[in-house]
T-cell receptor, first 108, second 115 residues
Framework: ELKVEQNPLFLSMQEGKNYTIYCNYS?????LYWYRQDPGKSLESLFV?????AVKQEGRLMASLDTKARLSTLHITAAVHDLSATYFC????????FGTGTSLTVIP | GAVVSQHPSRVICKSGTSVKIECRSL??????MFWYRQFPKQSLMLMAT?????????EQGVEKDKFLINHASLTLSTLTVTSAHPEDSSFYIC???????????FGSGTQLSVL
């Protein structure tokens, strides 16, 4: 079973600041996903990373993948309140396993 | 629009009853469906992987007689929580993988509350 760990678990940041969420995984993963979840809701897909060195950006979020280090990052640029949510990474091939999640609160 | 439809979104039942949750893939054939459960403020835990026309594969520690999974067609998978108890109260989410765009799609989730 693929083990996926995220840090930090909780993140409180001021609007306008930058920060990075880290996702480490234990064994080879065919692909790496990032999702956002709002309270009581299902998951919203953010990024799919398929190869070493992949970098994707959407708005204030940028995700990258280093398969050699078994590490993915989600970088937040100039945070705004609307980004407050829980962010999950997930990896796998035949099954998909989720990280512990990072609860992000952006303070005005 | 939604790729995976999950129903019901919320169910409240008495202890000892069984609850069925349906998950339908709307615009493609889902040979594999994943079922997750999520406790409040925790991550998603993979419960089982269901494959159309065959028995589901359960993760370690998940009771197969408790959580019955049926995947009788390429568009429908069901999870039945049998003889539900308060500790089964959780958010259950189905998911399927579409190989054409390598994306993992999720249902809207079912909040189960067992009294």
């Amino acid at each position: 079973e693929l083990k996926v760990e995220q840090n930090p678990l909780f993140l409180s940041m001021q609007e306008g600041k930058n920060y990075t969420i880290y996702c480490n995984y234990s064994t080879t993963s065919d692909r790496l996903y990032w999702y956002r979840q709002d309270p009581g809701k299902s998951l919203e897909s953010l990024f799919v990373l398929l190869s070493n060195g992949a970098v994707k950006q959407e708005g204030r979020l940028m995700a990258s993948l280093d398969t050699k280090a078994r590490l993915s990052t989600l970088h937040i640029t100039a945070a705004v309140h609307d980004l407050s949510a829980t962010y999950f990474c997930a990896g796998g091939g035949n099954q998909f396993y989720f990280g512990t999640g990072t609860s992000l609160t952006v303070i005005p | 629009g939604a790729v995976v439809s999950q129903h019901p979104s919320r169910v409240i039942c008495k202890s000892g009853t069984s609850v069925k949750i349906e998950c339908r893939s709307l615009d493609f054939q889902a040979t594999t469906m994943f079922w997750y459960r999520q406790f409040p403020k925790q991550s998603l835990m993979l419960m089982a992987t269901s494959n159309e026309g065959s028995k589901a594969t359960y993760e370690q520690g998940v009771e197969k007689d408790k959580f019955l999974i049926n995947h009788a067609s390429l568009t429908l998978s069901t999870l039945t929580v049998t003889s539900a108890h308060p500790e089964d109260s959780s958010f259950y989410i189905c998911s399927t993988y579409r190989a054409t765009n390598e994306k993992l799609f999720f249902g809207s989730g079912t909040q189960l509350s067992v009294l």
